[in-house]
Nanobody, 125 residues
Framework: EVQLQASGGGSVQPGQSLRLSCAVS????????FGWVRQAPGKEREVVSC????????EYANSVAGRFKMSRDNANNLVYLDMSSLRPEDTAIYFC??????????????????YGRGTQVTVSS
């Protein structure tokens, strides 16, 4: 069974950047489609970005398009989320999720089969 561990969160000021990493174990990044999902206090989980398994197509939520970039490192079994121009509304716990899709990914949080422990991102002045 695939296991996921997100890291790289922290407290930053508006306009700054962070890189989140998701370490994949028990399988490889080539075996799943992945998503970065966030949950702010009192809100439902929101998929901010996803990447398909075979063709590496990436989708972004409107709220982060142009500011976030998702990528993966097959050699090191890592999935990344580079976040720039961070805003207070980006404050949330960020999780990586995996789903057994082939040529597409999902912007629906409930469709992900696996989630790992999240990492807190706080954007505040």
């Amino acid at each position: 069974e695939v296991q996921l561990q997100a890291s790289g969160g922290g407290s930053v000021q508006p306009g700054q950047s962070l890189r989140l990493s998701c370490a994949v174990s028990g399988s490889t990044v080539a075996d799943y489609a992945f998503g970065w999902v966030r949950q702010a206090p009192g809100k439902e989980r929101e998929v901010v970005s996803c990447m398909s398994r075979y063709n590496s197509n990436v989708e972004y939520a409107n709220s982060v398009a142009g500011r976030f970039k998702m990528s993966r490192d097959n050699a090191n079994n890592l999935v990344y989320l580079d976040m720039s121009s961070l805003r207070p509304e980006d404050t949330a716990i960020y999780f990586c999720g995996a789903v057994d899709f082939s040529y597409h990914c999902s912007m629906t949080a409930k469709l992900y089969d696996y989630y790992g422990r999240g990492t807190q991102v706080t954007v505040s002045s």
